[in-house]
């Protein structure tokens, strides 16, 4: 059945002046997806250090996902030590007040990402960790955004309906995008897939990406699911 043929059914009649058209109906969102931006989380002088680093040779993906620092634990850096501390404490914030997890952060590996012109970076996530992130810094006008990804169930991948071009809710978008803006901060679970996309302008775009899980423990004991920590993050 044809999409022209569909609308002409007596289904798609009822649906058309449905009761959420009518707005006699409520549609709640639940269990939305938290993202964590502040703007100005850092002054220019604390990134002074990620400048002139050196960076892993060009290798076969390198126009898939970019350039990366050399050093994947950057913020343990005594020269970066500032900069650490600044960040964990949005790292905590997001966790205890957003998330509503309980005890201290730390950060676990950090690496700063180049995108030169022409350079994308993948739709990805991060494992074996609870909280991802991105700084931005020496960044043109135009640097790419953030996109996110919405997590798709495997039975997506079998059964797909079919959608109506002309009805636009956000329950139908599969991503969605963030303007970075240099010293912006942008802080998300884990498991949440980004990307980005083609670096189109003449400029290389600049980030310093991390992960962090919880410094002493996962789980409580009394729940039975304590895990503690056992890794030195001053390492």
Do not use: C
Request: proline content about 5%; hydrophobic content about 35%.
């Amino acid at each position: 059945m044809t999409e022209e043929e569909f609308k002409e059914t007596p289904q798609y009649k009822q649906l058309s002046g449905a009761s959420v058209e009518q707005g006699t109906a409520e549609v709640i969102a639940i269990f939305p997806t938290p993202v964590y931006v502040q703007q100005n989380a850092i002054e220019d002088d604390d990134v002074k250090n990620l400048r002139d680093i050196d960076l892993l040779p060009e290798h076969d993906f390198t126009a898939n996902y970019g350039y990366q620092s050399a050093n994947n634990s950057i913020l343990n850096l005594p020269e970066n030590s500032k900069l650490r501390e600044k960040i964990k404490y949005y790292i905590n914030d997001f966790a205890n007040n957003a998330l509503g997890f309980a005890g201290e952060y730390e950060i676990t590996q950090s690496w700063v990402s180049i995108k030169k012109p022409f350079q994308m970076h993948y739709p990805h996530i991060h494992p074996n960790s609870i909280i991802s992130g991105v700084l931005y810094f020496d960044n043109a006008d135009r640097a790419e955004s953030i996109v996110f990804h919405k997590n798709i169930d495997a039975t997506d991948y079998i059964m797909r309906p079919a959608l109506n071009h002309t009805i636009d809710t956000v329950f139908k978008h599969t991503e969605t995008s963030l303007a970075v803006k240099n010293h912006m901060l942008v802080l998300f679970p884990s498991y949440l897939k980004h990307g980005v996309m083609i670096n189109q302008s003449e400029v290389n775009r600049y980030s310093l990406a991390f992960n962090a899980v919880p410094k002493y423990q996962l789980g409580l004991q009394n729940d039975l699911t304590q895990l503690e920590m056992p890794g030195n993050f001053d390492k």
